[in-house]
């Protein structure tokens, strides 16, 4: 018996299908109409999904021995198939929504990587958070630890710092500079000794050179001429002894 070629492109179709990803959703599209076939289509096209009504048979033989196999025990009715690329939950959400809509559509099962999926699993997919949901869920877990490590580090130098403004407390204050520390050792009685000797030694210079000045007084005189010597008056006996001197 000769194979039409339309039922060979549609197998050739489908195995096109399969081999381009290992996720599908089986549906029954009992008693909806064309518009509502091609407006689901569009929705799930926009999800990475490629929604199509196959034939069973048809069906069956493309994917025999592939990974997607598992799909044949849904194949029963009319059926429309949604071969996914994109979120696989995205594409169930969007099925179970569509029902509320649609009450004639119903979804099947599936199969993700070979595993099949019942209509009970894909409730459950519809219920998860979209895939980007999850990424950022994921990010935010990974990215906490970073936080509060970030938050540890910032705050390690300020505890060290209030621990040792504490600790500087409980020893009784700041410490200060060395002289200062000096001067802060340094009992009553001796500071008071030693400003005292401070001020005698202070005005000491001040007596010194005041006592001192009168003897600057000579060294003046000395630079200045001597006053002639006053003659000495001869007396009768010096007189008669230069007198009686003989001539030479």
């Known amino acids: 018996m000769k194979v039409r070629p339309d039922k060979v492109a549609t197998v050739d179709e489908v195995k096109a299908r399969v081999a381009s990803t290992s996720t599908a959703v089986v549906t029954e599209y009992r008693g909806m109409t064309v518009a509502q076939i091609s407006t689901l289509r569009r ?4 999800l990475g999904a490629d929604y199509k009504v196959f034939k069973n048979t048809l069906v069956r033989r493309a994917v025999s021995g592939t990974a997607v196999e598992p ?28 029902t509320k809509v649609s009450p004639n559509l119903i979804v099947k099962g599936g199969v993700v990587d070979g595993k099949a999926l019942s209509k009970t699993d894909l409730t459950a997919l519809a219920d998860l958070p979209s895939r980007e949901v999850l990424l950022a869920q994921f990010a ?7 936080r509060t490590m970030a938050a540890l580090l910032k705050a390690l130098p300020q505890n060290f710092a209030y621990g040792l ?3 500087v407390d409980a020893r009784g204050g700041s410490p200060a500079p060395a002289g200062e520390t000096a001067a802060a050792e340094t009992p009553a009685g001796v500071e008071d000794a030693v400003a005292a000797s401070d001020d005698v030694v202070a005005s000491e ?4 050179t005041t006592e001192e000045a009168p003897a600057a007084e000579p060294v003046a005189e000395t630079t200045e ?5 006053e003659p000495v008056a001869e007396t009768p006996e010096a007189s008669a002894e230069a007198s009686a001197e003989p001539a030479e």
């Open 43 to 46: 929705q799930l096209r926009a």
């Open 71 to 98: 799909i044949s025990e849904f194949l029963d009715g009319p059926t429309a198939i949604a071969f996914v690329d994109g979120d696989v939950s995205a594409v169930a959400k969007a099925l179970r929504d569509y």
């Open 140 to 146: 935010g877990l990974l990215a906490s630890p970073l």
């Open 165 to 167: 403004s504490a600790l």
């Open 205 to 208: 210079p001040d007596a010194a």
């Open 225 to 229: 001429e001597a006053p002639a010597a």
